[in-house]
C-alpha cells in the first residue's frame, strides 16, 4: 500500500482525493491545519490567509478555539473517507500534565487518532513537549510528530533526540528530515531506535538518497500537502530510490508497521 504520511486538510476534500489518485496514493495520515492556502490565487489572498496563523500566535485569534475548529473539520473528513484518511491530533504545548492528558482523551482519543502532532515550536523551546511525551507514554505511547525544520536549529534537534532515548518507547518523527540538518539527523538516528523521519520538504535530493540508504526502515514517504505536491515527492524517491523492496518500505511499509494500519 502506497501511504502518504502527512498531509494537511485541503478544501474541498474532493479535490485531494483526485490527486491521491492521481498520483496512486491509496491512504493518507491527515493532519489538521489553521489556514488553506490552497483555495488562494493571488500572493494578496496568500498573505491574508497565512496572517491567520500570526494572529494565533500574536494572540489577536484564540488559538484553542481555532484548533478545536480545525481538529473538528478533520475528524469530519476522516469520518466521510474513513478508507482513504486517518489522522495525527493537534494538541496545545505549555499545558500541565493532567490538562494535557484531558484533551488528548477529549480530541485524540475519542476522535480516534492514530498519534500527536503537528508540533511546531519555537527555537529553545523543545523541552516544553516533555509533558506531550510523558502523555503519550501513558497512553499506548502514541506516536509524536514533530516539525524539525526552521525555526528549530540543531541544538533544538538535539534536544528532540534527547527527549526520544529518555522516553524509548514512544515513536518519534523527526518532520521534513531536519531541514538543512540532515546529515546530523541521519547520524542521531542511528543511535536511536524510536526515531523515524519524514520525507517531506526535503532540503536537496542528495539529502533524500542519503537518508534513504542509511535509515531504509525508517523513512517515511510523505508530501506535506498543500505545500508540497504527491507526484513531485513521489517522483523524487522514485528517481533516488533504484531498490525495489526498499522502495516499498519507505513508500507505505514503514508507515503501515508503526500505526499498525
Given at each position: 500500500?502506497?501511504?502518504?504520511?502527512?498531509?494537511?486538510?485541503?478544501?474541498?476534500?474532493?479535490?485531494?482525493?483526485?490527486?491521491?489518485?492521481?498520483?496512486?496514493?491509496?491512504?493518507?495520515?491527515?493532519?489538521?491545519?489553521?489556514?488553506?492556502?490552497?483555495?488562494?490565487?493571488?500572493?494578496?489572498?496568500?498573505?491574508?490567509?497565512?496572517?491567520?496563523?500570526?494572529?494565533?500566535?500574536?494572540?489577536?485569534?484564540?488559538?484553542?478555539?481555532?484548533?478545536?475548529?480545525?481538529?473538528?473539520?478533520?475528524?469530519?473528513?476522516?469520518?466521510?473517507?474513513?478508507?482513504?484518511?486517518?489522522?495525527?491530533?493537534?494538541?496545545?504545548?505549555?499545558?500541565?500534565?493532567?490538562?494535557?492528558?484531558?484533551?488528548?482523551?477529549?480530541?485524540?482519543?475519542?476522535?480516534?487518532?492514530?498519534?500527536?502532532?503537528?508540533?511546531?515550536?519555537?527555537?529553545?523551546?523543545?523541552?516544553?513537549?516533555?509533558?506531550?511525551?510523558?502523555?503519550?507514554?501513558?497512553?499506548?505511547?502514541?506516536?509524536?510528530?514533530?516539525?524539525?525544520?526552521?525555526?528549530?536549529?540543531?541544538?533544538?534537534?538535539?534536544?528532540?533526540?534527547?527527549?526520544?532515548?529518555?522516553?524509548?518507547?514512544?515513536?518519534?518523527?523527526?518532520?521534513?528530515?531536519?531541514?538543512?540538518?540532515?546529515?546530523?539527523?541521519?547520524?542521531?538516528?542511528?543511535?536511536?531506535?524510536?526515531?523515524?523521519i519524514d520525507l517531506s520538504a526535503f532540503y536537496t535530493t542528495v539529502a533524500l538518497g542519503m537518508t534513504i540508504k542509511e535509515l531504509p526502515e525508517k523513512c517515511l514517504f510523505s508530501a506535506d500537502?498543500?505545500?508540497?505536491?504527491?507526484?513531485?515527492?513521489?517522483?523524487?524517491?522514485?528517481?533516488?530510490?533504484?531498490?525495489?523492496?526498499?522502495?516499498?518500505?519507505?513508500?507505505?511499509?514503514?508507515?503501515?508497521?508503526?500505526?499498525?494500519?
Amino acid at each position: 500500500m502506497i501511504i502518504d504520511s502527512h498531509a494537511h486538510v485541503i478544501l474541498p476534500v474532493e479535490k485531494h482525493i483526485e490527486l491521491m489518485d492521481e498520483a496512486g496514493i491509496e491512504k493518507t495520515i491527515l493532519f489538521s491545519t489553521s489556514m488553506h492556502p490552497e483555495i488562494t490565487k493571488t500572493l494578496d489572498e496568500f498573505e491574508k490567509e497565512l496572517n491567520k496563523l500570526y494572529e494565533i500566535i500574536s494572540g489577536k485569534r484564540n488559538p484553542i478555539e481555532t484548533r478545536i475548529a480545525s481538529i473538528k473539520e478533520q475528524s469530519e473528513i476522516i469520518n466521510k473517507y474513513p478508507s482513504r484518511f486517518c489522522g495525527f491530533g493537534s494538541v496545545p504545548v505549555g499545558l500541565d500534565y493532567e490538562k494535557t492528558a484531558s484533551w488528548i482523551e477529549e480530541y485524540i482519543v475519542k476522535n480516534k487518532f492514530i498519534g500527536l502532532g503537528e508540533f511546531s515550536v519555537s527555537t529553545g523551546q523543545v523541552k516544553s513537549l516533555e509533558t506531550v511525551f510523558k502523555v503519550s507514554h501513558d497512553f499506548s505511547n502514541l506516536p509524536v510528530w514533530i516539525h524539525a525544520f526552521w525555526p528549530l536549529d540543531l541544538n533544538d534537534i538535539k534536544e528532540i533526540f534527547n527527549l526520544a532515548k529518555k522516553y524509548p518507547d514512544v515513536p518519534v518523527i523527526i518532520g521534513h528530515l531536519g531541514g538543512v540538518n540532515w546529515l546530523e539527523v541521519i547520524k542521531m538516528a542511528k543511535e536511536t531506535k524510536n526515531i523515524y523521519i519524514d520525507l517531506s520538504a526535503f532540503y536537496t535530493t542528495v539529502a533524500l538518497g542519503m537518508t534513504i540508504k542509511e535509515l531504509p526502515e525508517k523513512c517515511l514517504f510523505s508530501a506535506d500537502i498543500p505545500y508540497g505536491d504527491l507526484m513531485v515527492s513521489k517522483f523524487s524517491i522514485e528517481r533516488v530510490c533504484k531498490d525495489k523492496a526498499v522502495l516499498e518500505q519507505v513508500m507505505g511499509g514503514n508507515v503501515e508497521k508503526l500505526l499498525n494500519l
